[in-house]
């Protein structure tokens, strides 16, 4: 999806929208979803699955990709940190998501090193 304003690139997500309420997407490519912030409007094109090559093979995102995973790491291990806290990690446990389950068991109260 596009900005057509700023024409800065795409716009990376999941189209949660549906018609029969059903999971997946009734929105095919090529789709609009028009959005009001403040006072511009948005509009977003849905692309089809031919455009992930080319977001994920751009040069830029190539040039980036170690520092985005690496920064992806960081996020979900201070994650991990915020969620075995005092008073969080018994409710964390008890989420129907099982790798957190057990990403949080693995971890345990092993020290954080920063």
């Known amino acids: 999806m596009r900005s057509v304003r700023s024409q800065m690139g795409p716009v990376i997500g999941k189209v949660a929208l549906t018609v029969d309420g059903t ?12 959005l009001q912030r403040g006072d511009l409007l948005l509009t977003y094109t849905v692309a089809g699955p031919q455009a992930l090559a080319s977001i994920v093979e751009h040069p830029e995102a190539v040039a980036h990709a170690d520092g985005h995973r690496r920064t992806g790491v960081n996020v979900a291990s ?25 990403l949080l068991r693995a971890v345990g109260d092993a020290p954080v090193r920063g």
Do not use: D, I, T
Not at 23 to 34: C, I, K, L, R
């Open 78 to 102: 201070f994650a991990l940190v915020a969620l075995r806290g005092e008073g969080v990690r018994g409710r964390a446990l008890q989420a129907p998501c099982p790798r957190l389950r057990a």
């Open 23 to 34: 999971q997946g997407s009734a929105m095919g490519p090529g789709a609009q979803v028009v």
